[in-house]
T-cell receptor
Framework: EADIYQTPRYLVIGTGKKITLECSQT?????MYWYQQDPGMELHLIHY???????EKGDLSSESTVSRIRTEHFPLTLESARPSHTSQYLC???????????????FGPGTRLTVL | ELKVEQNPLFLSMQEGKNYTIYCNYS?????LYWYRQDPGKSLESLFV?????AVKQEGRLMASLDTKARLSTLHITAAVHDLSATYFC?????????????FGGGTRLMVKP
């Protein structure tokens, strides 16, 4: 069983507020990801990281930012939340070795964000 | 750009019946994943298919991969209500995108008693 945690699980917040969604994993995985998913819909990759001090943007344009200061921690920040940011945000991690293909991505429980 | 298509998007079936979910993808890949998602929950890994002809089975679910046809199937045998969930396939693009996963749109399965 994967050990990947997200907090908060649910967040309702007003427009214009700054928020940070937390994601931590205890598996020592180098690679971490953030996905955005509307209910019952496909997942869209918004950010990923190969390791400490590495961050990349994913396929879906997002106004959020991420940081990777520690291997186990990959927080996502929205500087000014808007109703269009209402969605579920899923964090995932996987092992990564240079020159080898990655392994299964393990997902956290998700944060359901509602911006009023 | 890698595209992944699942069908059907929605499937309602009776308990005890068999059915197959299809996952087609558009570019070369030999690594495909199947995930399950219960309503309001996160994704749980079901299968990893690593090569052409790979077949994996767990309980009433069996997944296979045909890399030449760029097709994976998830076969459900004698469905039970507990299998009701949304099933996603995801394809790893090892050539162009640093081993990123591209997800299909999901198949929402409802098994009725």
């Amino acid at each position: 069983e994967a050990d990947i945690y997200q907090t908060p699980r649910y967040l309702v917040i007003g427009t214009g507020k700054k928020i940070t969604l937390e994601c931590s994993q205890t598996m020592g995985h180098d690679k971490m990801y953030w996905y955005q998913q509307d209910p019952g819909m496909e997942l869209h990759l918004i950010h990923y990281s190969y390791g400490v001090n590495s961050t990349e943007k994913g396929d879906l344009s997002s106004e959020s930012t991420v940081s990777r200061i520690r291997t186990e921690h990959f927080p996502l920040t929205l500087e000014s939340a808007r109703p269009s940011h209402t969605s579920q945000y899923l964090c995932a991690s996987s092992e990564y070795f240079f020159g080898r293909r990655t392994d299964t991505q393990y997902f956290g429980p998700g944060t359901r964000l509602t911006v009023l | 750009e890698l595209k992944v298509e699942q069908n059907p998007l929605f499937l309602s079936m009776q308990e005890g019946k068999n059915y197959t979910i299809y996952c087609n993808y558009s570019t070369t890949s030999d690594r495909l994943y199947w995930y399950r998602q219960d309503p309001g929950k996160s994704l749980e890994s079901l299968f990893v298919l690593l090569s052409n002809g790979a077949v994996k089975q767990e309980g009433r679910l069996m997944a296979s991969l045909d890399t030449k046809a760029r097709l994976s199937t998830l076969h459900i045998t004698a469905a039970v209500h507990d299998l009701s969930a949304t099933y996603f396939c995801a394809v790893e693009d090892g050539v162009n995108a640093g081993n990123m996963l591209t997800f299909g749109g999901g198949t929402r399965l409802m098994v009725k008693p």
